[in-house]
């Protein structure tokens, strides 16, 4: 199925968020990362820009609440470098931890990068989970975050083979701006 109409995984399904979801999405992060989830150099990428266009998606329980969360956004790899998306946050209900959910929706999202044509994928985490979807670090050793980071954590996954071959330099936000709110007056 395509993400607009679902994608079904054992008791949850995989929809391209909505604006709908927002503060859905917003107290799964906060109860599943915290609030200093706001303070990482990952979200200093993501801070004012939109998700890249279509990688957006969230995983939905019977009920329809909301208990998965990825999305995936534009980066450039250095100063006039080469587009690539960073992926996250990735974040499921704490309480239905282990349930595949995880592991569904970073299917789902790489798929979706590659069907969209996007060439790599890079993220912030943990070699030993990202590591069964493809990513490592054996290709960002000259990438870089903005701020503090842990440099063993910055992994990447080719979507096209050696679309990472001589990336270097510090990663930068690219892609769509968040509008800003429309101001309202009123006559008198």
């Given amino acids: 199925m395509s993400p607009s109409r679902g994608e079904i995984a054992g008791a949850f399904i995989i929809v391209a968020e909505t604006a709908a979801d927002v ?10 990362m915290g609030l200093s989830r706001r303070k990482k150099s ?6 004012g820009r939109r998700p890249s266009e279509g990688l957006a998606f969230v995983a939905r329980d019977a009920s ?5 969360t990825v999305r995936l956004w534009d980066v450039v790899l250095g100063e006039g470098g080469r587009a690539a998306l960073l ?5 499921v209900d ?15 999202a790489v798929t979706e990068a590659a069907r969209l044509g996007h060439a790599a ?8 989970y990202y590591g069964r979807f493809g990513f490592s670090a054996a290709k960002t050793g000259a990438l870089s975050m903005p701020g503090p980071y842990e ?16 990336a270097q330099g510090t990663l930068k936000a690219a892609g769509r701006k968040q509008k800003a709110p429309v101001a309202l007056t009123f006559a008198a």
């Fill in 23 to 32: 503060p859905a999405r917003e107290a799964l992060l906060d109860r599943a």
């Fill in 42 to 47: 990952s979200e200093k990428l993501r801070r």
């Fill in 64 to 68: 329809g609440t909301v208990t998965g």
């Fill in 87 to 91: 992926l996250g946050p990735l974040a």
């Fill in 94 to 108: 704490p309480t239905i931890k282990n349930a595949g959910i995880g592991s569904a929706l970073m299917r789902h």
């Fill in 121 to 128: 994928i890079l993220l912030v985490g943990d070699a030993p």
């Fill in 151 to 166: 440099r063993h954590r910055l992994l990447a996954l080719e979507l096209v083979d050696g679309a990472l071959s001589g």
